[in-house]
Nanobody, 127 residues
């Protein structure tokens, strides 16, 4: 059973930065597809970023338009970790951020393409 555990959330001021981490256990993802989603109060969960890799080489990473140029998703295969570096934070980035992993080598911006989810970490950005 794959378990995902997020950390790194907290309170930041607008324009500030936070780095989220996601530790994966129960399976070594030498190849795979993982992503970050977020859910603001009263809103549906939305796609933030995803990355796919094979044999330690990143095939691609893509982002929601709302975070493009500000957020960076990355992967450390040796540590079985996924990261989300968030710069230039805005109040609208506030929400619970979830790490997700696909059981196959494919995933998309759709939450249904992911099989495993973490519990989430709260990010609050003040203006």
């Amino acid at each position: 059973q794959v378990q995902l555990l997020e950390s790194g959330g907290g309170l930041a001021q607008a324009g500030g930065s936070l780095r989220l981490s996601c530790a994966a256990s129960g399976r070594t993802f030498s190849s795979g597809c993982m992503g970050w989603f977020r859910q603001a109060p009263g809103k549906e969960r939305e796609f933030v970023a995803r990355t796919r890799w094979s044999g330690g080489i990143v095939n691609y990473a893509d982002y929601a338009d709302s975070v493009k140029g500000r957020f960076t998703i990355s992967r450390d295969n040796a540590k079985n970790m996924l990261y989300l570096q968030m710069n230039g934070l805005k109040p609208e980035d506030t929400g619970v951020y979830y790490c997700a992993a696909s059981a196959s080598w494919k995933c998309s911006a759709a939450s249904a393409s992911y099989d495993y989810w973490g519990q989430g970490t709260q990010v609050t950005v003040s203006s």
